[in-house]
């Protein structure tokens, strides 16, 4: 196909330029409370080595990356979406989500509330379907749940517990405030031939913004989610062995 010399080619310029309009936004995760731990500490905890601080929202250990997932987006009404970002959900935000989900696994609990984790079908409504009760406290905790059954099926996570339901999904929370942050799992510097998983670690507040309490630290419940990536995909998310990196549990 011969472009013409300029209709053709500027229409799509517009499209490109107009898919980029909309950008992500963070969530302010607050210090922990007193003898709780902070997102770069659990992740040592449960990877090994030392994780610093990576610019303003990032960790790292020096073998893996720690990359925060935009929790929002910024832009104006009407802008596109970019489907398919790296939560493979409706957006670049972790508010939905689509793979071939593997399992999911507590990695830690800071809360005085008890805490189950699960999920929503589709992108809006449904009921909350519960995949596993967590047991202990800090890190040693059980509780984890295979996720075949739901593997390739549009989906928000869901966090169940003695102060009720939150989702992943900002407009479904009843005060309409950020309740899940989330990091995928990066090798830093990527090796080909070994495990192909991706990795996300998700953390959740269960305190309301307005309750008694409310700290927003986002420590209470922590979950590893791991997934197949597409097979287009395998070259581009470097295949380190990371269960074999792990401090805890074979």
Known sequence: MRWSRFGTL???????????????????????HPGEDSHAQIFSEIYGGTFVPVGSVDFSNGLLFAKRIDDFLV???????????PTGGEDDTDQTWRA???NAIAEARFAAFEQSFGYYLGATGGSFQELFDVEGEGYDVTGQAPLPLIANQLLRWGRNGDNGLFSSRIADNT???DHMVT???????????????????????????????EDFDFN???????????PASLASFGLVALLGMRRRRA
Do not use: H, K
């Not at 517009?14 to 302010?28: P, Q, W």
């Not at 832009?75 to 970019?82: I, K, M």
């Not at 510097?189 to 998983?197: K, M």
């Open 220 to 230: 209470d419940l922590v979950v590893e989610i791991t997934a197949i990536p597409e």
């Open 10 to 32: 500027s229409t799509a310029l517009v499209c490109v330029l107009s898919a980029s309009t909309a950008f992500g936004g963070f969530t302010t995760i607050r210090p922990p």
């Open 75 to 85: 832009g104006e009404a009407g802008d596109p979406l970019d489907m398919g970002g």
């Open 100 to 102: 071939q989900f593997t």
């Open 183 to 213: 990091y995928q799992i990066i090798p830093s510097v990527p090796s080909a031939g070994e495990d192909p998983r991706v990795r996300w670690v998700v953390f959740w507040e269960d305190i309301r913004r307005g309750e008694p309490f």
């Open 175 to 177: 005060d309409n405030e």
